[in-house]
């Protein structure tokens, strides 16, 4: 895994050519081709996560699924082919996407990891939209 693209990002949130090896609690994959655009998200989210199907609806609805899963113990999301997640929409998606990460990382009993992973050539513009979509705080 390559550690040197988490710099400036929070600490839920990491980007890797290779997946985590230290993840505790359950693993789930979103394959992001699936997830180019916002219902293509939602409904890979359902999936990938074993989230309520009215989940699809909106990012409130995905906020409070989210943390009704963290509340049965820790989380590490793998997006794989991360290049491609919202890709197919603003970058404004992607922010409120990573928002109701983040605020669920923050807020639940037990720890979400969200791991971007692609091809290590795609990384660098991972970790730049990454962290142009991040909320500022």
Known sequence: MTEGYAIGLPSWLSIADAGPTDASGERAVLEAASARSRSGLFTALVGALDLPGYVGRNWDALADSLRDRLDAGPLTLVVDEAAQLLA?????HLGLLLAVLGDAAGDAPHPLRV???DAPERVPAVRRRAARALPRR
């Open 88 to 92: 197919d929409e603003p970058v404004g």
């Open 115 to 117: 791991v971007l992973r």
